[in-house]
């Protein structure tokens, strides 16, 4: 038998570590719905969905910056 409950330890396949920077405020705001333990769930969540969102929406003229 473990000596875990499976909560801690190696982080689930296919995730890789990444840093983002969010005002203070865009933090609190997010913690405030969805609680402070919640925050990465979160930004994955919107992440996907956004990601699907634009995958399926008319492709957007970008213009060439440089």
Partial sequence: MADSDGSMGRPPLGMKPTTIRLSA???????????????ALFIREAVTNELQRREHSEPIKRENIG
């Fill in 25 to 39: 405020d865009t933090i609190r705001r997010i913690e405030a719905l969805v609680g402070n333990r919640r925050l």
